[in-house]
């Protein structure tokens, strides 16, 4: 009887040394795959928040202005905050009024272009700022003109460009200088075209001046710079880019004191 005890007891005890080791061999997995499943959330909830600011990232980058500032229709952007075309042509009206315009169009001068450069800053502030503060348009104006009319001047003593107003109009019109006209300046060649013929070849002048030297000029000029490309269109853009640092060098040699205040502000 007491060794038949004492084999159930040593059994016994050989069996609970067999389950405490499987205990102690499945513990850690049991913490493991606790461990995994309490991390599922947290992986879940880091993967939602990723998701929320891609997206709040891109949302960002939606209807972003392009380069004429122009906002996609879900922007968020009030159109009505901007001003209308009667507005803008209250402006016009109220520029005009600020400004004496020649009625001589059919030379180029510096009279012509300060004139129409002063107006359309005083135009553009108005429109801007909705408000009657034309403070700086006269130093913005001349500026301008300064530059512009030394595109005229260079080209002329070094291209033989000769300004014609029949020709200029033409092909302002062909090229589609006008017809690509922002609102805003659409607006006002419309004010100015009701006001005076004059008027509106003026403003016309002032805009596209430069356009207008480039294209009578261009095949020349090209080939006078002879810009290092097979593109024909990289080979205009370079050409142009060069020509106008050329002007820019005329300016700081026959007016030296503009790129003085240039530099000074």
């Given at each position: 009887m007491t060794k038949n005890k004492l084999i159930v007891l040593g059994i016994g005890l050989i069996l609970i040394i067999i389950l405490s080791a499987l205990l102690i061999v499945l513990q850690p997995e049991t913490d493991q795959n606790t461990q995994q499943t309490n991390s599922e959330p947290e992986t879940a909830n880091e993967e939602n928040s990723s998701a929320n600011e891609n997206t709040a990232d891109t949302s960002d980058n939606f209807n972003m202005p392009d380069e004429d500032g122009v906002v996609g229709e879900d922007s968020g952007v009030n159109e009505n905050d901007k001003p209308d075309d009667e507005q803008l042509k209250e402006?016009?009206?109220?520029?005009?009024?600020?400004?004496d315009l020649p009625e001589d169009t059919d030379s180029i001068s510096e009279e012509l272009l300060r004139a129409h450069a002063e107006l359309y800053s005083i135009y553009t502030q108005m429109a801007e700022l909705e408000s009657d503060d034309i403070d700086g348009s006269q130093e913005s104006a001349e500026r301008i003109m300064r530059e512009r009319y030394s595109w005229y001047e260079f080209s002329s003593e070094e291209y033989g460009f000769t300004y014609n107003e029949d020709d200029f109009l033409t092909v302002a019109e062909t090229e589609g200088y006008i017809e690509d006209?922002?609102?805003?300046?659409?607006?006002?060649?419309?004010?100015?075209?009701?006001?005076?013929?004059?008027?509106?070849t003026g403003q016309l002048v002032y805009q596209y001046l430069q356009p207008y030297i480039w294209h009578e000029i261009a095949d020349e000029a090209i080939a006078y710079y002879d810009p290092a490309s097979e593109n024909e269109q990289e080979r205009e853009e370079a050409a142009e880019r060069m020509f106008a640092q050329d002007v820019l060098e005329y300016i700081g040699d026959e007016y030296p004191e503009y790129l003085e205040g240039e530099s000074s502000q």
């Open positions: 402006y016009a009206h109220r520029a005009l009024d600020n400004v006209a922002s609102k805003r300046a659409a607006v006002l060649f419309e004010v100015l075209a009701n006001e005076n013929d004059d008027y509106y």
